[in-house]
């Protein structure tokens, strides 16, 4: 059995008409995401292509200098994005990608020092850039929830911090419900798997022609390593940014300051 | 003197809130009173540093604030918000976490007793109290830290007459059974005269008159 498979350009053009329902939907129904739609659909295909080379050059190297250097470009570009979807958290980029990168770190040197992965190229780069890339969408869920219980609940803070609590004691319902919020899709969707949806790993090896049996192994690994990561992530980021809506004295800071 | 403010301001989003605003504040019952928007709640807010001012020094017993280690001085020098913001479960619950704070014995009993509400509430959830009984729940709340001073932010604004009543007689009680100081903001110039001591008028921020409340407040009936 064929280990790969080869996509010609003109299938993934005619992949372009699902795209275009995408965006006759929101048309239809005046959700205003054609324009985002559009962008995804362009950046995806630039962002992909570009790491598709970059990635070859890296299998064929095998240095891992060159792996650790694509991992801290991808952290980098990770916490930027998920600053946009923390707007009401101040200073959020530090948090995350502080996040990003301990999430990162941890969990690659985990599965590798554990045996589960080679310390090489074609396993750290893909592992790697999924677990970076599940990272910062909950870590960016979990300061999104942050940043809105934080403006929903400043009356409760503040008084509690009124009856001398710390910021962290006045704060921790909130935190609590931020990480959870950038845990639970993950949690939920790996109860799931197999049921009402199929991973893309083992999607992408089945159609690859892989054994069922080894599509499923590696799928089950990955999950796990992904809930450990985005647990790291939304912890750290939490933990790192909730101190940012609070002075030095333990005093709310004002949402426009 | 209790607290001692000199030259106070403060801007917010670009207004300001409070203007050179010098007072002192005598131990007893205070009412800070004036018209809404003048900078009362901001005034109290400074004064257990939930904020601290742009410029100007406000001293506690002659300490200066800013040298105080905020979280000691807020379970000595409580607020009462305007609106009640109880953490969810029971009101004991919420008691006995004040309590915990100010590592305080908790007596339940006696804190609702003195914050005018019968003991029964202790087992109920604050969201099935009605907003004067969260109103007094939180008056509890700040009782069981057995603090030297009650900052209480329009304590019967969102009241009817009756539960008004209520927690305004809670109030003299407790100042007369505690050793407690008062600094309740009102704009109700009626409520003040019923309940302060000392009296100061503030307005655009700025105090324009502090005394005893007979000499700063008009007679009752005459035109402000």
């Known amino acids: 059995m064929s280990t790969s498979i080869h996509v010609t350009p003109g299938e993934v053009a005619a992949s372009l008409a699902l795209v275009a329902l995408a965006a006759a939907i929101s048309f239809w129904r005046k959700a205003d995401l054609e324009r985002d739609i559009g962008i995804a659909t362009v950046r995806s295909f630039v962002q992909l292509t570009a790491i598709g080379y970059a990635i070859k050059l890296i299998f064929e190297a095998d240095t891992l200098w060159l792996v650790f250097a694509l991992l801290t470009v991808m952290v980098l570009f990770g916490a930027l994005t998920a600053r946009s979807r923390a707007k009401r958290v101040p200073g959020s980029f530090w948090p995350l990608l502080i996040a990003l990168a301990v999430a990162g770190a941890s969990t690659l040197g985990l599965v590798v020092a554990l045996g589960v992965f080679e310390a090489s190229a074609r396993y750290l780069v893909p592992v790697g850039g999924m677990v970076i890339g599940n990272a910062m969408t909950a870590s960016a869920v979990a300061l999104n929830r942050l940043g809105d219980e934080m403006a929903d609940s400043r009356a409760r803070i503040e008084a509690t911090l009124a009856l001398g609590a710390s910021a962290e ?47 499923v192994r590696l799928q089950l690994i990955l999950l796990y390593t992904l809930l450990g990561s985005v647990s790291i992530a939304a912890l750290v980021a939490t933990l790192l940014a909730y101190r940012n809506f609070f002075t030095p004295a333990e005093q709310l800071r004002e949402p426009d300051a | ?68 280690e905020p979280r000691r001085l807020r379970r000595e020098v409580s607020l009462v918000p305007q609106l009640p913001a109880l953490l969810e479960g029971t009101v004991r619950d919420n008691l006995a976490y004040a309590a915990h704070l100010a590592r305080k014995p908790l007596d339940c009993e006696r804190s609702l007793s003195l914050a005018g509400l019968d003991p029964e509430f202790a087992g ?40 008004r009543d209520a927690v305004e007689a809670a109030l003299m009680h407790l100042r007369r059974e505690l050793e407690i100081s008062l600094v309740l903001v009102s704009h109700d110039p009626e409520q003040a005269r019923r309940l302060g001591e000392w009296v100061v008028r503030v307005e655009a921020g700025r105090a324009i008159a502090a005394g005893p409340a007979a000499e700063v407040l008009p007679a009752s009936g005459s035109a402000p």
């Open chain 2, 124 to 163: 109920r959830r604050v969201n099935e109290l009605s907003v004067g009984e969260q109103q007094r729940a939180m008056l509890g709340r700040a009782l069981a830290q057995e603090p030297a001073v009650l900052l209480l932010d329009e304590p019967t604004s969102a009241l009817d007459h009756a539960s």
């Open chain 1, 169 to 215: 004691e006045a704060a921790q319902p909130t935190v609590r419900r931020a990480l959870r919020s950038g845990m639970i899709t993950l949690v939920d969707s790996t109860k799931t798997t197999g049921l009402i949806f199929f991973p893309g790993t083992m999607v992408g090896m089945l159609l690859a022609g892989a054994e069922p049996t080894d599509a």
């Open chain 2, 1 to 68: 003197m209790l607290f001692e403010l000199r030259d106070v301001s403060l801007n917010r989003g670009g207004r300001t809130v409070l203007d050179s605003f010098s007072a002192d504040l005598p131990a007893g019952v205070t009412a800070i009173v004036g018209p809404s928007g003048a900078g009362k709640s901001t005034l109290l807010r400074l004064l257990n540093r939930l904020a601290d001012p742009d410029v100007g020094s406000i001293e506690f017993r002659g300490e200066p604030l800013s040298e105080l």
